[in-house]
T-cell receptor, first 113, second 113 residues
Framework: RKEVEQDPGPFNVPEGATVAFNCTYS??????FFWYRQDCRKEPKLLMS???SGNEDGRFTAQLNRASQYISLLIRDSKLSDSATYLC??????????????FGAGTRLAVHP | DADVTQTPRNRITKTGKRIMLECSQT?????MYWYRQDPGLGLRLIYY???????NKGEISDGYSVSRQAQAKFSLSLESAIPNQTALYFC????????????FGPGTRLTVT
């Protein structure tokens, strides 16, 4: 079983739609959670951190459910420029002076006119 | 100019050849990483380095070696390339205080025939 699992998609949605992605992780000791965005043939970039209380950044909302070990990302009012692959990233308990990042394989979003 | 650069961007090589991928950064970060990305799999860590004298194996280091020539330079070598090392390779950097936010280079697409 993969440590971080995501639905690969693609999610095909029209502009203006609301879309949500989920991600599950297997290590209950995981401490930190993030969403990265990766455009086609480009490098990943940090989109947002995910806090226990949830957090919002403009049209993007991230939620964490520790009991069920899943993370979600909600995108409201989708734009064409949101088309990308969204990587769920989990960091286990800090050890050895290094915050190891475990990446999911990503969920692809395609927003169409 | 990009903060993290990788050379070459694309490379086709034959089985058994030695190849080096190079990474340079101008962010002033001490921590550098090498990942590979394969379709359907998340980014997987090959090696990481906290400073010039500190190099550590990641989860898939077999068949690879690295060299940290300076704070700003981190090279990945494939001593004898094999076809299953065909992948997209990313270099990344981070600041010790926020190591969950990693800054990636543009990637090197390597094909081993």
């Amino acid at each position: 079983r993969k440590e971080v699992e995501q639905d690969p998609g693609p999610f095909n949605v029209p502009e203006g739609a609301t879309v949500a992605f989920n991600c599950t992780y297997s290590n209950s000791a995981s401490q930190s959670f993030f969403w990265y965005r990766q455009d086609c043939r480009k490098e990943p970039k940090l989109l947002m951190s995910v806090y226990s209380s949830g957090n919002e950044d403009g049209r993007f909302t991230a939620q964490l459910n520790r009991a069920s070990q899943y993370i979600s990302l909600l995108i409201r009012d989708s734009k064409l420029s949101d088309s990308a692959t969204y990587l769920c990233v989990v960091s286990p308990l800090f050890s050895g002076g290094y915050n190891k990042l475990i990446f999911g394989a990503g969920t692809r979003l395609a927003v169409h006119p | 100019d990009a903060d993290v650069t990788q050379t070459p961007r694309n490379r086709i090589t034959k089985t058994g050849k030695r190849i080096m991928l190079e990474c340079s950064q101008t962010k002033g970060h001490d921590r550098m990483y090498w990942y590979r990305q394969d379709p359907g799999l998340g980014l997987r860590l090959i090696y990481y380095s906290f400073d010039v004298k500190d190099i550590n194996k990641g989860e898939i280091s077999d068949g690879y070696s690295v060299s940290r020539q300076a704070q700003a330079k981190f090279s990945l070598s494939l001593e004898s390339a094999i076809p299953n090392q065909t992948a997209l390779y990313f270099c990344a950097t981070s600041d010790p205080g926020t190591s969950y936010e990693q800054y990636f280079g543009p990637g090197t697409r390597l094909t081993v025939t």
